[in-house]
């Protein structure tokens, strides 16, 4: 009867992760997609259409940038507290072992906050590119 708990615990997990996963991208859609009915009306109004006003319409108003750098600050300071959780537990259990995992664990986590500032970083520098490009038509 505990395997079935467990089973039913971990399905539960991760329906949970699924519903979120769908839930956002569903967001990402229907953002789109009141994107394209403004930039419609807009074009249906008769007003002048330029690149400017498509620009702007169709940004994300710089929010990709700021997101990956607040992930990746929350992130960074999530890794010396993973280390301290290791240092803790050995402490409390006298096990080397555990000490050991979580280092490595927060290893990886300061690995994937650097990734994440790296990113915001390259999508800043492209972002700040492209508008200093001069456009062709």
Do not use: C
Not at 49 to 60: L, P
Not at 90 to 103: C, Q, S, Y
């Amino acid at each position: 009867m505990e395997g079935f708990g467990f089973g039913l615990a971990a399905f539960a997990f991760w329906g949970f992760i699924a519903a979120v996963v769908v839930a956002g991208i569903w967001y990402a859609i229907r953002e789109k997609e009141a994107q394209h009915e403004t930039l419609r009306r807009i074009i249906e109004s008769g007003k002048d259409v330029n690149v400017e006003v498509i620009d702007r319409v169709m940004s994300d108003g710089g929010k990709s940038e700021t997101d990956l750098k607040v992930g990746g600050y929350i992130t960074l300071f999530v890794a010396p507290g993973l280390a301290l959780l290791g240092y803790v537990l050995r402490v409390a259990t006298g096990e080397d072992k555990v000490f050991t995992i979580l280092l490595g664990v927060a290893g990886l986590v300061a690995f994937v906050a650097i990734g994440l500032l790296v990113a915001a970083k390259v999508t800043e520098s492209s972002k700040a590119k492209s508008k200093n490009e001069t456009p062709l038509v």
